[in-house]
């Protein structure tokens, strides 16, 4: 069990790249850090609006002469410092992720990025390159994949407790952008527009999420072809899409379907999980974390809850506040900020071991997620049919 006990030997002195006063994730990227130790806020450029940025970052405590205006100042002035940061997280529209995050590699700075990564899949592995050459760390902020259950979900499949896989069945929607864009704020504009999302909306902003989460339970089982059909509802968001089926081929001969929206009217948004096996299942969504439903065949269904002696100690280790308490969103980031650190730390001590030992959504799994945006697209814009996973 987490219980805040220091894991490394002092905490990482941390800078951020956007996550201002008007940004949706910021908070939740310091939710996550700040909370175990493991990271001290010294730095940052906040905001594209200078003014408003260095108000923001005095009021969270950072000195006016390290609150800069572009990022470029921020490692300009960090780097030339003794007590510089060592690692900046990257909480920026989708389209400056490459620039900002191979700046600060070459730098010499470990960075902590948003999701989908990149824009093409060339680009994570030039990045990868980089960062190997570097020998810096390159997170990715799967901000779900950090709860006790998802853990508990994995350790059951690799013991077999399934039996073989046959169906996953994901879905991730909300009911936010079911309305027109007129009036929208900025952070709907640029996830709509493909100059600065990318190529994608909903696949990129909420489907890569559930490809990440599903390859973290199901890590032996590797996509062989899919077909996916996606469409903009709101015809000014087209050629990107606010609605997406993805139907998967895996290896083994199991079948999947993923389901992203969001123009599911009404719906305030979760993500629900289901594996079949050829024994058993397992269902599991973010709007409850607590629990996971087991369905033995022939059984009545049981329902898991965290923290629970009866779990797997895969899942017991990362839990924080007991069985008694609720769990949420802000533990499962600061899992994941905890595990990033500790890979810094390792690197910067040489400790290849535990880094081959050690899971956090590292650069690999920014490029998978890449990866299968390219073949969702390749797929969607050929007509929608099967392709080869490439």
């Not at 730095?43 to 594209?48: K, S, Y």
């Not at 990022?71 to 002035?77: K, N, R, S, T, V």
């Not at 990564?117 to 779900?144: M, Q």
């Not at 533990?331 to 500790?342: K, M, P, R, V």
């Amino acid at each position: 069990m987490i219980n805040g006990e220091k894991t490394i030997q002092r905490p990482l002195r941390w800078g951020m790249v956007g996550g201002g006063r008007t940004g949706q994730v910021g908070y939740k990227h310091r939710t996550g850090a700040l909370r175990d130790g493991t990271y001290q806020l010294l730095a940052g450029a906040f905001d594209l609006d200078a003014e408003r940025g260095r108000d923001f970052g005095i009021n969270l405590g950072v000195a006016k002469d390290r609150c800069y205006t572009t990022y470029q100042d921020l490692i300009a002035g960090e780097t030339a410092r003794e007590d510089g940061v060592e690692v900046v997280s990257i909480a920026t529209p989708n389209f400056t992720h490459y620039e900002i995050t191979k700046a600060c590699l070459e730098a010499g700075l470990h960075v902590i990025c948003e999701k989908p990564l990149f824009f093409t899949v060339a680009e994570c592995e030039e990045v990868t390159r980089l960062a190997e050459d570097k020998g810096l760390i390159v997170g990715v902020t799967y901000g779900f994949s950090g709860h006790p259950l998802v853990r508990q979900m994995a350790a059951m499949v690799e013991k077999d407790m399934l039996g073989e896989i046959r169906i996953v069945d994901m879905q991730y929607t909300h009911g936010f952008n079911a309305g027109d864009d007129v009036g929208a704020g900025e952070a709907v504009k640029w996830r709509t527009n493909p100059e600065t999302a990318g190529p994608t909306f909903v696949l990129g902003d909420i489907g890569t999420h559930l490809h990440y989460l599903s390859g973290m339970v199901l890590p032996h089982m590797k996509i062989e072809k899919l077909l996916c059909d996606r469409k903009a509802f709101i015809p000014t968001r087209e050629p990107l899409e606010d609605h997406a089926t993805v139907l998967t081929h895996y290896d083994n001969g199991a079948r999947g379907r993923l389901w992203v929206s969001s123009v599911n009217a009404g719906h305030m948004g979760s993500q629900r999980y289901r594996f079949v096996g050829s024994k058993a299942s397992l269902d599991w969504s973010d709007s409850h974390p607590d629990q996971l439903i087991y369905e033995v065949q022939g059984e009545p269904s049981r329902t898991l809850h965290h923290g629970m002696p009866y779990l797997e100690e895969e899942s017991l280790a990362i839990d924080r506040m007991g069985a008694l308490h609720t769990e949420g969103l802000g533990d499962s980031w600061s899992n994941i900020y905890l595990w990033i650190a500790e890979a810094i730390d390792a690197k910067k001590r040489g400790d290849d071991a535990f880094l081959k030992a050690h899971h956090y959504p590292g650069i690999e799994a920014g490029t998978e997620g890449v990866r299968w945006l390219e073949n969702c697209v390749r797929s969607a814009d050929s007509g929608a049919t099967w392709v080869r996973y490439e």
